[in-house]
């Protein structure tokens, strides 16, 4: 079971930037592939942005051009650089695998919240 502890999170205004980390356990971070998530209040979790374990990515069409996953399987670690930042990107971020995630790996996730 992959543990993930997810940092980076904060206020900040419209228009700013936030750049989260999550760094995970085990020995098998570069075999997998790996996503953002969120869930804003009231609404389900929803993914936000994936990246596999080749490297490509794949983003939620609210965040495209304004996103930016990344990892480092050195340092088993995965990054989501947040630009441009909208009052809807208000929510609790978290990662886990993607394209599916485990069930048993959600951390505590990381507040981002934006205000207008």
């Known amino acids: 079971q992959v543990q993930l502890v997810e940092s980076g999170g904060g206020l900040v205004q419209a228009g700013g930037s936030l750049r989260l980390s999550c760094v995970a356990s085990g020995s098998r971070f570069s075999l997998n592939g790996m996503g953002w998530y969120r869930q804003a209040p009231g609404k389900q979790r929803e993914l936000v942005a994936g990246i596999t374990s080749g490297g490509s990515t794949n983003y939620a069409v609210s965040v495209k051009g304004r996103f930016t996953i990344s990892r480092d399987n050195a340092k088993n670690t995965v990054y989501l650089q947040m630009n441009s930042l909208k009052p809807e990107d208000t929510a609790v971020y978290y990662c886990?695998?993607?394209?599916?995630?485990?069930?048993?790996?959600w951390g505590q996730g990381t507040q981002v919240t934006v205000s207008s």
């Open positions: 886990n695998i993607f394209p599916r995630a485990f069930s048993g790996s």
